[in-house]
């Protein structure tokens, strides 16, 4: 039971820590005002006010479905963690070493595809959240000129850092309790 736990905390905390990151990252990013537009309508709170077509109207809403769903899934994790931590206080700097640790392999893996392989990894992305297909779109289309690569490349990158430094902390905190533990 106990590796059971392990493991279960070490793969919350690498969900959790990427989301942690994405909310963390989409606050502080500097978007223009169509892109500040564009989230503020995915969160909703307004209405399209730019000529995006039907299909990209589409797509939007599937991804503020998915976002809201993310949310859910964020406070559940949260909750998860909270209460493992709790129940199994005693074995905290384990939880925290292995739910750092993989945090930090996993997102090192990924931030290596994203750095090396992005379209790939925004592909299996996008197949995976969206697979009836109606996130490609023509180059010229007015959410990929408001959304281009680039803001995604940069983004993703960020974001995998970040996580990458969250589960490093875990890491050095739990070093740091066995250390407070032992003397």
Do not use: C
């Amino acid at each position: 039971m106990a590796k059971f736990i392990k493991v279960i905390f070490s793969v919350f905390s690498v969900v959790f820590f990427l989301l942690l990151s994405y909310y963390l990252t989409v606050a502080f990013w500097n978007v223009t005002p169509n892109q500040q537009q564009t989230m503020d309508l995915l969160k909703g709170k307004g209405t399209v006010q730019i000529n995006y077509t039907v299909s990209e109207v589409s797509h939007l809403e599937d991804v503020a479905r998915v976002m809201n769903i993310v949310d859910v899934v964020f406070v559940l994790l949260f909750i998860g963690l909270m209460g493992i931590l709790y129940w199994k206080k005693r074995e905290l700097p384990d939880l925290l070493f292995y739910g750092g640790i993989s945090t930090a392999i996993i997102t090192l893996f990924i931030l290596l595809m994203a750095i090396f392989g992005f379209d790939a990894l925004f592909t299996a992305f996008h197949t995976l959240f969206f697979p009836q297909g109606n996130w490609i779109f023509p180059a010229d289309s007015l959410l990929i000129q408001t959304f281009p690569s680039i803001f995604f490349i940069k983004i993703s990158i960020i974001i995998f850092l970040v996580t990458l430094f969250e589960g490093s902390l875990f890491i050095f905190l739990s070093f740091y309790l066995r250390h407070v533990q032992r003397g």
